[in-house]
T-cell receptor
Framework: EAEVAQSPRYKITEKSQAVAFWCDPISGHATLYWYRQILGQGPELLVQFQDESVVDDSQLPKDRFSAERLKGVDSTLKIQPAELGDSAMYLC???????????????FGQGTRLTVV | AQSVSQHNHHVILSEAASLELGCNYSYGGTVNLFWYVQYPGQHLQLLLKYFSGDPLVKGIKGFEAEFIKSKFSFNLRKPSVQWSDTAEYFCAVVMDSNYQLIWGAGTKLIIKP
């Protein structure tokens, strides 16, 4: 069964350091999401890509976070510099949604648990 | 603003009890509705979804949900829960205004053996 791949699974970094997460969506999925999930809360959308274009990054703290999906396939989310409050689970999801239909679900990866010390 | 509300943050039940978790959304247009489950230490998995048609949707593991458009609700039900249903349950909605997936805060379900 096709899956969304994320790496690393766990990351511990010191504050003020740079950290990057990688996501490979299910083949053929046009839409890719990066979410942050703090313990006890629902996922919070950071950025949504449609192919290689950003369609929503309104909740992305752009002073320290960046995301790219250069070829419209895999994606990288970067934090520089990391702060203590960035400790959370970072989730990647993908869906077939192409902009002409909304009738598809999102499939999630295992996530990257980030701890900033 | 468009939002999704889950009424209970924590629910504790005994095995064999019936379950109903509430989900309401605030949007008057066309929606897709989802329930996702997150078992301890695992990733989010789709439990069931509603796109159109029969408003009573059956999902995996004996779960079902009913879309009541007039009440803007999509409550999750299971007639008899098991210890293995212990997990966190999230309601999510896609609205045709921007195709964004809006999430509820989640409900932690604990089933006592």
């Amino acid at each position: 069964e096709a899956e969304v791949a994320q790496s690393p699974r766990y990351k511990i970094t010191e504050k003020s350091q740079a950290v990057a997460f990688w996501c490979d969506p299910i083949s053929g999925h046009a839409t890719l999401y990066w979410y942050r999930q703090i313990l006890g809360q629902g996922p919070e959308l950071l950025v949504q890509f449609q192919d290689e274009s950003v369609v929503d990054d309104s909740q992305l703290p752009k002073d320290r976070f960046s995301a790219e999906r250069l070829k419209g396939v895999d994606s990288t989310l970067k934090i520089q510099p990391a702060e203590l409050g960035d400790s959370a689970m970072y989730l990647c999801a993908s869906s077939l949604r192409s902009g002409v239909t909304m009738n598809t679900e999102a499939f999630f990866g295992q996530g990257t648990r980030l701890t900033v010390v | 603003a468009q939002s999704v509300s889950q009424h209970n943050h924590h629910v504790i039940l005994s095995e064999a009890a019936s379950l109903e978790l509430g989900c309401n959304y605030s949007y008057g247009g066309t929606v897709n509705l989802f329930w996702y489950v997150q078992y301890p230490g695992q990733h989010l998995q789709l439990l069931l979804k509603y796109f159109s048609g029969d408003p009573l949707v059956k999902g995996i593991k004996g779960f079902e949900a009913e879309f009541i458009k007039s009440k803007f609700s999509f409550n999750l039900r299971k007639p008899s829960v098991q210890w293995s249903d212990t997990a966190e349950y999230f309601c999510a909605v896609v609205m045709d205004s921007n195709y964004q997936l809006i999430w509820g805060a989640g409900t932690k379900l604990i089933i006592k053996p």
